[in-house]
T-cell receptor, first 113, second 111 residues
């Protein structure tokens, strides 16, 4: 157990809907990164939040957005869901922006029908 | 374009065997190479390598980086069924606060 918790664990949505995924970082960690892992692929970087500000973004469209709160927990929002958004969404926390030794949560499995 | 390639994609061995997993990379401004184990959902950190030729060890697992030939290997000796997992390698480069992962190697240990 890493101390990073994500909710919900599973979610089913239909195309066009919006979804919010949540992440509580490990105690003492002030940086949260989000990754998308499609079936049979490695995780892909979506974005990172450090002290409530976006601190780097991967190759994802603007309909993927995020927030980090003063307690360092975070949300990932996806608008206008597409079938290809079906994936495991992983949240990882770390201390500072150094991203080595990330501590990952168990993810949210999103299915878009 | 930066890339990382893992091989083999999958591997099935018997308990007690030794396995070697490969990770090759082509990365500008390379900073580090990391290995993660993903058993169910959450990847867990194994090793981080930054210097060439220095082996990192943890129990039956070890890893080494070759910065001249641009690859890393992960060795697991005396495999156990609990070693069954997907093993992911990832790199970081300077100026970028992200891990870039390979596709992973799915390792299955048969009792």
């Amino acid at each position: 157990e890493t101390g990073v918790t994500q909710s919900p664990t599973h979610l089913i949505k239909t195309r066009g809907q919006q979804v919010t995924l949540r992440c509580s970082s490990q105690s003492g960690h002030n940086t949260v990164s989000w990754y998308q892992q499609a079936l049979g692929q490695g995780p892909q970087f979506i974005f990172q939040y450090y002290r409530e500000e976006e601190n780097g973004r991967g190759n994802f469209p603007p309909r993927f957005s995020g927030l980090q709160f003063p307690n360092y927990s975070s949300e990932l929002n996806v608008n206008a869901l597409e079938l290809d958004d079906s994936a495991l969404y992983l949240c990882a926390s770390s201390l500072g922006t150094g991203i080595e030794k990330l501590f990952f949560g168990s993810g949210t499995q999103l299915s878009v029908l | 374009e930066d890339k990382v390639v893992q091989s083999p994609l999958s591997l099935v061995v018997h308990e007690g065997d030794t396995v070697t997993l490969n990770c090759s990379y082509e990365v500008t401004n390379f900073r580090s190479l990391l290995w993660y184990k993903q058993e169910k959902k959450a990847p867990t950190f194994l090793f981080m390598l930054t210097s060439s030729g220095i082996e990192k060890k943890s129990g039956r697992l070890s890893s080494i980086l070759d910065k001249k030939e641009l690859f890393s290997i992960l060795n697991i000796t005396a495999t156990q069924t609990g070693d069954s997992a997907i093993y992911l390698c990832a790199y970081t480069n300077f100026g970028n606060e992200k891990l870039t992962f390979g596709t992973g190697t799915r390792l299955t240990i048969i009792p």
